[in-house]
């Protein structure tokens, strides 16, 4: 039996971070200017050449090593983390962690549409002058 450490498959790295940022292969393919059919077969190797991981981990935004040392249990650790620590972030038993809004959104979309309305006033009572001018 064989202890020698099998080498990541960086394919299927590439892969899996590709469907975390939920980009289809068609737009990855699109951003580095090659065939969907291409990116199918990068993701099937096991071994991608430097520079071709270089432009890849740019257009995924993340580094080359992320892509090299990417695991699943890493990425769920990090979630497990983030969530302890926003859990246990409190200043107490039972304190209550207000994360609601400050402001009725309704009335901001109200808002907007008002501004929206008066420019568009503007624009009318503007282009009347313009025709009672000439």
Request: with cysteine.
């Amino acid at each position: 039996m064989s202890t020698a450490i099998k080498p990541k498959h960086i394919g299927r790295n590439i892969s899996r971070i590709r469907e975390l940022k939920d980009m289809k292969q068609e737009a990855l393919a699109h951003a580095l200017g090659m065939s969907q059919q291409t990116i199918s077969a990068i993701e099937k190797s096991e071994i991608v050449e430097e520079q071709k991981l270089i432009e890849i981990a740019k257009a995924l935004g993340v580094s080359v090593e992320a892509i090299k040392n990417f695991s699943e249990e890493a990425v769920f650790n990090y979630f497990n983390t983030f969530n302890d620590t926003v859990s246990n972030s409190s200043f107490g038993q039972g304190a209550n962690n207000n994360y609601d809004c400050t402001f009725n959104p309704l009335d901001k979309v109200v808002e907007l549409y008002e501004r929206l309305v008066q420019a568009e006033k503007d624009k009318v009572e503007y282009l009347e002058k313009l025709l009672n001018g000439k």
